[in-house]
């Protein structure tokens, strides 16, 4: 069995002047949402391998926020082709994940997540809002042997389900 937990990143701050898309930080709601969201998969027992993230700011945040619960003693590996990725860029990156790692959470930007959820698990998402979390397994040893419609969502969750 293969699982993939596709985050989206928390809010981000748009009010700063100057600053690119890129290196957009979290705002307030963001920086309390991940630790929130971080803690709740936690207490659900998530043993992740490795946590993969786009090297934008708000993302790379996020992620660091899931590391210090669910993998603290591995760094995240960060992916810049995460970033502009459309969901068949994310698909070509699975297949490409190591086999023995099981579990592995992706953080990204939207509409991707949504997209790649849709693509993988046919009992999709209809959005995914800022910080949510869709989780989503294969019946696969393999993560090349991935296929469109192959992946059951095991579950859907964001802050406002947990707060």
């Not at 993230?53 to 210090?68: H, N, Q």
Request: charged share 25%.
């Amino acid at each position: 069995m293969k699982t993939i937990l596709f985050a989206r990143h928390a809010k981000s701050n748009w009010n700063e002047d100057g600053i690119s898309d890129f290196d957009r930080p979290l705002n307030e709601k963001g920086q309390s949402d991940a630790p929130l969201m971080a803690k709740y998969l936690q207490q659900c027992g998530y043993l992740i391998h490795e946590i993969m993230s786009s090297d934008a700011a708000r993302a790379l945040a996020t992620a660091e926020e899931y590391k210090k619960r669910l993998t603290p003693d591995t760094p995240v590996v960060l992916n810049h082709s995460i970033y502009l990725a459309s969901h068949l860029d994310i698909v070509d990156i699975i297949k490409t994940l190591p086999a023995k790692k099981s579990t592995i959470m992706l953080v990204g930007h939207n509409p991707t997540m949504t997209d790649v959820v849709n693509y993988y698990a046919e009992n999709g998402v209809t959005d995914m809002p800022s910080c949510s979390v869709a989780i989503v397994q294969f019946d696969v040893s393999n993560w090349h042997d991935i296929k469109k419609g192959s992946g059951d969502l095991l579950a859907f969750e964001y802050p406002k389900k947990h707060s």
